[in-house]
């Protein structure tokens, strides 16, 4: 079966800093996708950037970046430089065959900017 | 280019009633999934719907049931509510083959139970 987990369920990080919110998941499938979404008080999810399983190198979007560990089975969101808007629920998830067509969610991460 | 847009966006009902929920997909995706979340969890996946039919199902009881539409809208029924089905709806809609293509979702419907 496919999991994900993430262990922090809430995060503090001063604005223009640097955080790292951290999520594993299982799975026995070689072939599958990991991607971190972001979900404001608004509810939209909203998706931030996506690793595959066979990419070599971490993925990068802006101020987003995925600590891609394959043997560790880890897929950590860096966000650099935070700021206010920022203040969200963060989500990891992943796709694989084992799983079919859906998407599995973990339980997410509150992360809160300080000023 | 419209998003994926689901409505209503609140709606309050009773234990027993019936529920439907709607679900415009993003301009040019055939793929539309559902997912339930409960306060302060993640989204759990209902179904997808993929060529007017249920393609996969999660672990959710036959009172959840939906459809998609020719033009790849989706409704999902919910009967005879209990308390247990108040949480956020979303809607999310897809274009990608497998493994790859991120969804996008809706803002979600909440439906408050009482």
């Known amino acids: 079966a496919q999991k994900i987990t993430q262990t922090q369920p809430g995060m503090f990080v001063q604005e223009k800093e640097a955080v790292t919110l951290d999520c594993t998941y299982d799975?026995?499938?070689?072939?599958?996708?990991l991607f971190w979404y972001k979900q404001p008080s608004s509810g939209e999810m909203i998706f931030l950037i996506y690793?595959?399983?066979?990419?070599?190198q971490n993925a990068t979007e802006g101020r987003y970046s995925l600590n891609f560990q394959k043997a560790r089975k880890s897929a950590n969101l860096v966000i650099s430089a935070s700021q206010l808007g920022d203040s969200a629920m963060y989500f990891c998830?992943?796709?694989?065959?084992?799983?079919?067509?859906?998407?599995?969610f973990g339980a997410g991460t509150r992360l809160f900017v300080k000023a | 280019d419209a998003g994926v847009t689901q409505s209503p966006t609140h709606l309050i009902k009773t234990r027993g009633q019936q529920v439907t929920l709607r679900c415009s997909p993003k301009?040019?995706?055939?793929?539309v999934s559902w997912y339930q979340q409960a306060l302060g969890q993640g989204p759990q996946f209902i179904f997808q719907?993929?060529?007017?039919?249920?393609?996969q199902r999660g672990n959710f009881p036959d009172r959840f049931s939906g459809h998609q539409f020719p033009n790849y809208s989706s409704e999902l029924n919910v009967n005879a509510l209990l308390l247990g089905d108040s949480a956020l709806y979303l809607c999310?809609?897809?274009?990608?083959?497998?493994?790859?293509?991120?969804?996008?979702f809706g803002e979600g419907s909440r439906l408050t139970v009482l």
């Open positions: 999310a809609s897809s274009a990608g083959t497998l493994n790859t293509g991120e969804l996008f």
């Open positions: 799975t026995s499938d070689q072939s599958y996708g």
């Open positions: 690793q595959g399983s066979y990419d070599e």
């Open positions: 998830a992943m796709r694989g065959h084992t799983g079919g067509f859906k998407t599995i």
């Open positions: 301009s040019g995706h055939d793929t």
């Open positions: 719907y993929y060529e007017e039919e249920e393609r």
